[in-house]
């Protein structure tokens, strides 16, 4: 099951650090520009697999009021008997225009956990930021989910049960099963080095997602599926 971060510290926040950074070794790396365009076109198959899923009801029918979504091909999940998680995500915001989308920014997610988790799991997400507040939050330099936002899961199917007011609709997939990765401890943060590799300078996420004082034609694909989504309803 889905599970938000409530802002404890007690469970040997260090150890959670260097497993977070462990995880995220690879991302450390110089990226480039071929690698950050293979990211991007990963997460438009993810997102596109995401809309055409008939259980995703929820999602299609409310993507058009979103502030922006975040979007992560692959989250691992490793661990023997210290845990943790991580991935690269990217998100696409709400342009000025109707049914425009600007973006996209590149960011990092990593998690640390304690507990026996024998072997490795890999999931995809895909999140709605539905308000202001969780935007700004994904504008500064990194924040944690349920502690800087509220969290919720997205709802599968054709029941929507009751409303939902969270800052981030969230909804994890593994397998071909919706749910199942704790997302327990989760961090999120900007990815310099990715944003400065896809724009060919460095970018900040307002530089790229509201004042769109730079693009990349190439990351249009995002756009135009999320513009599609919201144009279909």
């Known amino acids: 099951m889905f599970k938000a971060f409530h802002g404890s510290t007690t469970r040997a926040p260090a150890l959670v650090v260097l497993v977070a ?29 995401f809309v055409r899923d008939p259980g995703m009801t929820w999602f299609r029918e409310n993507v058009g009021q979103a502030r922006a979504v975040l979007i992560s091909p692959q989250i691992f999940r490793a661990g023997f008997i210290v845990g943790g998680s991580g991935g690269a995500a990217l998100l696409i915001a709400r342009g000025d225009t109707a049914g425009g989308w600007n973006g996209p920014a590149f960011y990092r997610v990593a998690s640390g956990s304690l507990g026996l988790q ?49 800052d981030m609709v969230v909804y994890t997939r593994s397998k071909g099963l919706y749910g199942g990765l704790n997302l327990d401890g989760t961090v999120i943060s900007v990815d310099d080095g990715r944003n400065h590799a896809y724009y060919g300078r460095a970018a900040t996420p307002v530089e790229i997602l509201l004042t769109h004082t730079v693009s990349n034609p190439y990351g249009r694909t995002l756009a135009q599926t999320a513009a599609s989504t919201t144009n279909g309803q």
């Open 21 to 49: 950074t462990l995880v995220l070794a690879g991302c450390a790396s110089r990226p480039t520009r071929d690698e950050t365009q293979a990211q991007v076109d990963a997460a438009h198959a993810t997102l596109g697999n």
């Open 118 to 166: 024998a072997g490795a799991q890999s999931s995809e997400m895909v999140a709605l930021v539905m308000t202001e507040k969780g935007l700004n939050s994904l504008l500064s330099t990194s924040f944690k989910l349920g502690a800087d936002m509220s969290v919720a899961a997205g709802p599968v199917g054709a029941g929507t049960g009751a409303p939902i007011t969270a």
